[in-house]
């Protein structure tokens, strides 16, 4: 079992810059990787970002150069961060902290919502 708790979304207007955190914990020696996920009204759950357990990064084409995700490893938690800049309307969404196990299993945080005023 893997808890999730997101925390850092809010209103923002166009241009600017806003950071997401996701705090995991329990079983996370079985993370393989962690990202964000979000889902704007009327469609469905895109991959935002994502890093790996080894380091690896990947991201959508929609926030590459302007999105960084980071991972720092405590003792008993994991935290990812997701800073995004260059705020667009178009990123407007419920944004949502996933965990892959190595199993293949997958964790959700609850979502928190981003909304960017133009």
């Known amino acids: 079992q893997v808890q999730l708790v997101e925390s850092g979304g809010g209103l923002v ?5 806003l950071t997401l955190s996701c705090a ?3 079983s996370i020696r079985s993370i393989a990787a962690m990202g964000w996920y979000r889902q704007a ?6 991959l ?13 084409d929609s926030v590459k150069g302007r999105s ?5 490893n405590a003792k008993n938690t994991v935290m990812v961060n997701l800073q995004m800049n260059s705020l667009k309307p178009e990123d407007t969404a ?7 196990l190595d199993s293949f299993m997958n964790y959700w945080g609850k979502g928190t919502l981003v909304t960017i005023s133009s």
């Open 13 to 17: 207007q166009a241009g600017e810059s």
């Open 41 to 46: 009204p009327g469609k469905q759950r895109e």
């Open 94 to 100: 419920v944004y949502y902290c996933n965990a892959r």
């Open 68 to 72: 960084t995700i980071s991972r720092d």
């Open 48 to 60: 935002v970002a994502i890093i790996t357990s080894a380091g690896g990064e990947n991201y959508a």
């Open 24 to 26: 995991a914990s329990g």
